[in-house]
């Protein structure tokens, strides 16, 4: 990790916030607070909380405290074809990101950070990276969540279920829209290929959206 490297600050620039990368890093955590889980994966059925809300928020601060992330490259640490026992085939990427996390007084620090993805497109490795820049926020401005355990029931407290409501169309391409992270054309692909690999075709019967169901349930979970 180099620096903190300094260099003059012009001078009609009127700063008003603390001078020097760490002590506007130590603002800007000081000022973002908790972040909610905002999104819900209804396949493994836990809550997330989204990149888009990570990256909103810490564009506020980092605007307010002079702060600027530029990305400096990545490696890609491993990579492995995985299969579902449907049979549907994509890829699990390991990547280290790099960042240069820097002040308008010239200060900066340089950072990496780990992501994994699984993709059953082509973007494994690009969400691999698009995970590491959420952890390397979460982690640099120490983000956490007014839930401390938001992704699972209090041990030793069992809940009766209602009857699930039935099953429709919509409400499984929702759930594969989520972990394909909004991307439309992921999700469609994703789609197609599932009703492919069990020979159907739409619209669907209340038998076949099960069986639909049961292989998203399957596709190996992504967030934490």
């Known amino acids: 990790m180099a620096g903190p490297e300094t260099i003059e600050v012009p001078v009609n620039v009127d700063l008003k916030f603390p001078v020097g990368i760490y002590a506007a890093l130590a603002a800007a955590a000081g000022e973002i607070g908790a972040i909610p889980k905002d999104k819900q994966n209804t396949a493994q059925n836990?809550?997330?909380?989204?990149?888009?809300?990570i990256v909103a928020a810490a564009k506020t601060v980092f605007e307010k405290y002079g702060i600027s992330v530029v990305p400096s490259g990545h490696e890609v640490i491993s990579s492995e074809q995985v299969e579902s026992s449907h049979g549907s085939r994509?890829?699990?990427v390991v990547v280290s990101g790099r960042w240069r996390v820097g002040q308008?007084?010239?200060?900066?620090?340089?950072?990496?950070?780990?992501?994994?993805?699984?993709?059953?497109?082509?973007?494994?490795?690009?969400?691999?990276?698009?995970?590491?820049?959420?952890?390397?926020?979460?982690?640099?401005?120490?983000?956490?969540?007014?839930d401390p355990d938001g992704e699972s029931p209090d041990a030793g407290v069992e809940t009766s279920q209602p009857d699930p409501p039935p099953l429709h169309t919509n409400a499984l391409k929702a759930s594969l829209l989520e972990e394909a992270d909004g991307d439309t054309a992921a999700a469609e692909s994703l789609w197609d290929e599932i009703l492919?690999?069990?020979?159907?075709?739409?619209?669907?019967?209340?038998?076949?959206?099960?069986?639909v169901e049961l292989v998203i349930?399957?596709?190996?979970?992504?967030?934490?």
């Open 46 to 53: 836990f809550a997330y909380r989204s990149i888009e809300s």
């Open 90 to 92: 994509g890829y699990r």
């Open 104 to 146: 308008i007084d010239g200060s900066y620090i340089d950072a990496s950070m780990l992501g994994e993805s699984i993709d059953y497109g082509d973007k494994a490795t690009s969400k691999a990276v698009q995970m590491a820049y959420k952890y390397l926020l979460t982690q640099m401005l120490g983000i956490g969540s007014e």
């Open 196 to 211: 492919d690999h069990l020979g159907y075709s739409e619209p669907l019967e209340q038998s076949q959206l099960k069986k």
């Open 217 to 224: 349930r399957e596709k190996p979970e992504e967030e934490s």
